[in-house]
């Protein structure tokens, strides 16, 4: 099997099986065959004359030529004790102080399985008002968000990997302006992204600069007003800031719950990509589309439809197989979850494949591809879907869905855009949809030597025109971009753009595209320039809006020190 020594690096430290003497106890080889193996078993349950061995050297040929990848948890805990292998869930937190602690003690159960969780604060009674029981006064959603943090950062040290949070508040709740302050200060809240709820209501109020109620969600009373335009400023001006809150538009989601009987989306999980119902969990697996990129005869790269649709369709049956094999960290979790088995089936090494196309990311060539290829995803993946509904059944909700006039479905979902930050450092392929934030890194290793690290594509290429050097590399390295490198050919600098030569619209509009096809949500940052300005932020919110974005996460160059999921970090 092909992988890097990063790859091997990662999965050695995190993924392999340990003994009591914390010495590892299979190779990376024998984990993908464990994966595979306790991912066949349950195609027994419905098929007496079933073979899982047939279905295990499938599922092993696809994770081992890193066609395809299932998120970490996955990973990590499949055919092993723990066995729990999702990497999302949503948690409520209902407004008393037993739901309140009831949810930290969930939380803390699936952080220690691998999980992130997100959830809605928006329930929760704001500052300053009355305890009913005690006559005190409410402490209100921002201080409980800090003991959900402190539970957090407490776990972190004997969980398999640091536990995320996503934190949600409407943004017609009276706390708001509390909320988008909330982690002005950096060092605190630290284990939680934070979005703010949009309402269209209120996106309708800041184009007319009106004002719009706060609502007290105990008492359901309008406890004030605030002017939507004001709080929109806020907003961007927060984010500006610090990359923070990022935003997340309630009625859109909504649009696409396809069980409305079963309440309302109130959150997603950490990193946005997956809005779920209160007590809803789902498993994400990522397709590397570097693999599905081929070479003609003439030394040209093209989509290999073929190769991309059978992987769907493996992908698809290894999903559904992994709400079987799961072992839930709560009964409620396990019930709610098979009752609409969400799966998110997504992309990685978009860029990568971009380059190898020679596509600029952003070009609208690039933009109209990322159409196509999610399009057939997603229409691939619903075949795949319905094919084992008619072998399994549909999910058991389905006739109460949305979905119920058209072909059974066996999962409510199928597609979500993840960041894939280990997942794209064990393929060695660029991160979800993301364009590529570096080509070249250089480590210092510890006796003094340094080993150049430099995007196999890029490299491919200047070794083909005999042009690559370590010291073309070292410069590369420093200056972050080739853009301006005009020892490069144009034609090499016009393909190999990072992410501060893409501007922050074509950011969005691949965003966006992804999100047209894509059942659940897309995880994207755009990356603005250090000297970007508010206003530019707030154009990209209402173009966001404007094309059917489910959310948006900026960052502008240099405007925080840290941040929770570093993307294409290890975490
Ligand atoms: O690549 P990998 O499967 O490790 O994860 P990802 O695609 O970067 O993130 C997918 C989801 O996993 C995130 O949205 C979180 O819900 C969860 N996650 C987490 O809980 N803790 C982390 N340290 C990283 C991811």
Redesign the pocket.
Known sequence: MEINQNARTVLERRYLIRNSQGQTMETVEQLFERVANAIAQPDEKFHPDADPTKTAKEFLEVLTSLDFLP??PTLMNAGRPLGQLS??FVLPVDDSMEDIFESIKNAALIHKSG??TGFSFSRLRPKGSTVNTTGGVASGPVSFMRVFNMATEAVKQGGT????NMGILRVDHPDILEFIDCKKVNTEITNFNISVGITEAFMEAVERGEEYPLIDPSTNRVTGTLNAREVFDKIVDSAWRNGEPGIIFLDRLNRDNVVPSQGEIEST???G??PLLPYEACN?GSINLTRMVKETVDGRFEMDWDHLGRTVATAVHFLDNVIEANRYPLAIIDQVTRSTRKIGLGVMGWADALLMLGLPYGSPESIQLAHEVMEFINQKGHEASERLAEERGAFPLFEESTLKDGSPLRNATITTI???????IIAGCSSGVEPVFAYVFIRNIMDGTEMIEVNPILKRELTRRGLYSDDLMRRIAKEGTIAHMDDIPEDIRRVFLSAHDISPEAHIRMQAAFQDHTDNAV?KTVNFPHDATREDVAQVYRLAYRLGCKGVTIYRDGSRDSQV?NIGKV?
Not at 161 to 164: E, H, I, N, T
Not at 418 to 424: K, Q
Request: proline share 8%.
């Open positions: 998120n970490s990497a999302c999980g992130g990997r640091r536990g995320a999980n950490p990193c990509e997956q994400l993840a960041p894939t930050g280990t997942l794209s995880s999921l975490s």
